[in-house]
């Protein structure tokens, strides 16, 4: 696959953040490698990520029947990981007997202890249930195995209708293809939308579903088409929020016509390109809100509104309410 202008092939530096893969014996292929992908990415847009495969043995077999190894033994976890448990196929549980190896178990213990994000896809649910992990917190996992997890695990909070939940420092997430879906709202976490629609776009996924929030955000709300005259405006919008949009410079990077710009973004967006441009300034405005010492008028100016007064009635008709009585009220 060749890299776009602009994406690096270096190898991680020494102080990246450990991404920590725990796989289990039957291990799903696409569990594994959905999240892996999109750190692989990541890194590649420059985020610092070093990706790290382990295992209580040196060598597993996946439920596909492609041997993986050799695995690298669990480290000593640090506060700075993500340890990421892609869901192998389980037996029945037996009452009383370990689901998965106990070392893993107690390694996971270990590394929640040590301050450690720990996310699940799928059936690796049942990993942080052994480990005592779930008691009294919000999870999910696969629609298939809901009612088995809430039996071995009664005090978990099951939640069946999402696709990925985040409770203090744990994520879970119903698995499959949804395991893609986690490892972007966890980069989205750590980086932002703008990197994270980068590497969405990438990876050919333009609507990264957004779990158990209300709506996605802009840098990728819209995403979902393939044209892509239209990905590169939107992508000149998204890194350029305050300056001014000229629609004839628009259509030549996308190598259109305005009117035809006008007529294909509105077409795959819904949205005119300035209508577009207006939903990343609220967003952004949205964020910079959060910051007390920022007046109206220093957020208007960074988002590229006129003015404080012009920044006001556009928030007004988005959000039915004034900025100020949105920031007087925000938790």
Not at 146 to 154: D, E, G, L, N, S
Request: aromatic fraction near 6%.
């Amino acid at each position: 696959m060749l890299l776009p202008p602009g994406v690096s092939s270096s190898v991680p530096s020494s102080g990246a953040r450990r991404v920590i893969f725990v796989l289990l014996p039957a291990v799903n292929l696409l569990d594994l490698g959905g999240p892996a992908q999109v750190f692989d990415v990541a890194r590649r847009f420059g985020a610092e990520y070093h990706l790290m495969f382990c295992a209580a043995t040196p060598q597993i077999l996946s439920v596909q029947g492609l041997p993986l190894g050799p695995l690298a033994p669990f480290p000593v976890p640090g506060p700075e990981d993500l340890v990421i448990i892609p869901g192998p196929r389980l037996s029945e549980p037996v009452p009383g007997q370990p689901w998965i190896d106990p070392a893993t178990a107690a390694w996971l213990r270990a590394a929640y202890a040590a301050g450690a994000r720990l996310a699940s896809v799928c059936t690796g649910l049942a990993a942080l249930g052994e480990a005592g992990l779930l008691d009294g917190r919000r999870c999910t996992t696969h629609w298939g195995s809901v009612a088995a997890m809430q039996a071995r695990y009664p005090k978990a909070l099951l939640q069946d209708a999402v696709l990925y939940t985040h409770d203090g420092p744990i994520t879970t997430s119903a698995g499959i293809a949804s395991g893609i879906d986690m490892a972007l709202s966890l980069l989205e976490r750590e980086h932002g939308p703008r990197l994270t629609a980068q590497v969405a776009r990438y990876l050919v996924i333009y609507l990264r579903r957004d779990g158990v929030q209300t709506q996605a955000s802009v840098h990728l709300a819209y995403r979902s088409h393939l044209h892509p005259g239209v990905h590169r405006v939107q992508d000149q919008l998204s890194q350029h929020v305050a300056e001014k949009a000229r629609l004839d410079r628009l259509a030549a990077l996308a190598n259109m016509s305005p009117r035809g710009l006008t007529r294909a973004f509105k077409q795959h967006t819904g949205l005119t390109p300035l209508a577009y441009q207006q939903e990343l300034r609220l967003e952004l405005a949205a964020q910079l809100m959060a910051d007390p010492h920022l007046t109206l008028e220093a957020i208007a100016g960074t988002c590229g509104f006129d003015d404080a007064r012009h920044f006001r009635r556009l928030w007004h008709a988005r959000h039915g309410l004034p900025p100020s009585t949105a920031r007087s009220t925000a938790p």
